[in-house]
């Protein structure tokens, strides 16, 4: 991308902004501020459970999230993390390591940072993003768990959480969901997206996103985002 994208933190915004300039400006201000509201949206009290959702190949080779998750267990923010019940498999096949290394690498490397590996819980297998927010929720209604953290990049916590929350109205759970996210990213980093299909910069995967979130909200696969905003103010802050 160009030398313009910024390289510090916390700039999401200034990066959406300039990476979306094409777009409709109310579609871009919509995701922007739905985005930022998640940015903000930390829980301050303990929660059950950690969303770690898959990475793709590239990407786990990265320390952010696996280092965020890793703080929630160390400060007693969060009593387990669940990760996706996938081994190195792809949606549609059988070839290891292709879009996520799997939870055997995921495990080893959260305990090699000091998480216990009894508190590493897998979910049934999910092979996209939705997928693996539902199979979440669902492994935390049989433990009877009622709270839990998205954590992801700053560019997919938004789709995350808008799945997240599309389940939660859908099923009518008694369920509060808060957002985390890395606010170490380089930008400028080469990084795999969705199904680890396309290797390019970091904040090129920004209008990748932006198109997803319009796509499946049209679908009806994903809360809109008054939706979100309703769910939000309904759970309120803890």
Known sequence: MSSEIP???NDFAEVALRVLKDQSQEAVA???KATQSLLRDRPT???????FFGRSWGDAKKEELFRLAVDYIKTDMAR????PGTEGETYGGNIPQVANPGMTLWTSR????GVPSDRIIPSDKGYNTKA???AFLVKCKEEGWTSGVAIA????ILRATLGLCKTINDEDLQFNIYSDASRTNNWHGLVRGSQGAELKPRSAHILDEFMRVQKYQEKGDLASYEKLYSYLERRGSN
């Not at 009290?45 to 969303?51: E, G, H, I, K, T």
């Not at 959260?110 to 940072?113: D, N, P, W």
């Not at 990049?153 to 997919?156: A, F, S």
């Open 45 to 51: 009290n303990p929660v059950d459970a950690v969303f």
């Open 132 to 134: 693996e927010g539902d």
């Open 7 to 9: 390289t510090g933190e």
């Open 80 to 83: 387990y993390i669940i990760i």
């Open 110 to 113: 959260l305990v090699g940072m």
């Open 153 to 156: 990049n700053e560019h997919q």
């Open 30 to 32: 919509e995701y922007i």
